[in-house]
């Protein structure tokens, strides 16, 4: 009994499902924050022309406005003027970090759409449980972790940092121009060993929630045997079975269509194919039936297999009512059965 309680098995699909509905997934914040970071300092350097321009413009515009006499309504100019330069310089940039953010987060936990993580939950309240939360050894590990990876970039970063001091001496011989451009790409260099090193960490991170996610939902032998009897006494999923029951019913009985003998009509409603095989049973077989629309399948299949169609509305009518797939006929309508038989065997150039 107590193996049965034991958390040793894999969450199924609808125990998977039913964490998503509630918003559990397995997300890694890190993951999502390094790569909106990435983006973003790529979009800047990206955007760095088009970013000087605007600044070069402003520049120009407040140059343009000396020995203007001040005013309030200049100084509001002056303000809806920077403004404008700055939401024009800021809002690419704000654009592609906010669908990095959404595609980030998707690329985890696939699209999810749910209202239960707004639904109030007032059990989160209790100040106790609340305190027990804080102060928890989860919470704990959890700092730690994040004090370590800070020290840990900041230390490595120190160290290039240290290296690119040491040039400085030489850099002040160089021109305004040059000192800029080697200070562009120092920054770029410590910006990159920065992102690596993150980018290492929110990947560990990555795999230590998706592992703690999933051992969370584990289950017990006695709950996946609980989830298999529940959804069999779901009418939706009882529906969905038959479905594919008579699907798959229906695949074989077609497939049995190309070896009849025969296939007696009504000749719309009804369609039953008939095979005898001497050796394996004493009474032809009903090896496929249908009405309407499945009749109309019957006789196609039968036709390109070049099966016979005899037309006997009577006879088609009593095999389909009376007669079960893969059962043979009864002894009343073996006279019919055999006249069809025998024209059959006749046109087949049969004895």
Known sequence: MADDQEKTEEPTSKKIEDARTEGNVPKSQDTAGILTLFVA???????????????????????SMLGTPLSRDTLIGIALVTFKEFFIIALPLAIIVAIMGIVSNVAQIGFLFTTKPLVPDFKKLDPIKGLGNLVSLKK????????????????IGFVFFFYFIQELPTVALF??????????????????????????????????????????????????????????????????????????????????????????????????????????????????????????????????????????????????????LERPIPETLFAAVAEVLAYVYKMNHKR
């Not at 760095?48 to 407040?62: C, D, H, S």
């Not at 704990?140 to 230390?155: D, I, P, R, V």
């Open 140 to 155: 704990l590990l959890e700092g730690m972790m994040m004090t370590f990876k800070s020290l840990t970039a900041m230390g």
């Open 41 to 63: 300092m790529l979009s800047v350097l990206m955007l760095l022309p088009f970013m000087a321009e605007r600044l070069e413009a402003l520049v120009i515009y407040y140059f």
């Open 175 to 324: 021109g305004f121009g040059d000192q800029l451009g080697w200070m562009q790409d120092k920054a770029i260099i410590l910006s990159s060993v920065m992102l690596v090193i993150l980018f290492v960490y929110a990947m560990i991170d990555l795999v230590i929630k998706r592992k703690q996610y999933f051992d969370k939902l584990k289950m017990s032998k006695q709950e996946v045997k609980d989830e298999m009897k529940n959804m069999e006494g779901d009418p939706h999923i009882k529906a969905k079975i038959r479905q594919i029951q008579m699907q798959a019913a229906q695949k074989r009985m077609m497939a049995s269509v190309p070896e009849a003998d025969v296939v007696i009509t009504n000749p719309t409603h009804y369609a039953v194919a008939i095979k005898y095989d001497e050796g394996k049973h004493k009474a032809p077989v009903v090896v496929a039936k249908g009405m309407d629309n499945i009749a109309i399948q019957i006789k196609k299949i039968a036709r390109e297999n070049n099966v016979h169609i005899v037309e006997n509305p009577p006879l088609a009518r009593s095999l389909y009512k009376e007669v079960e």
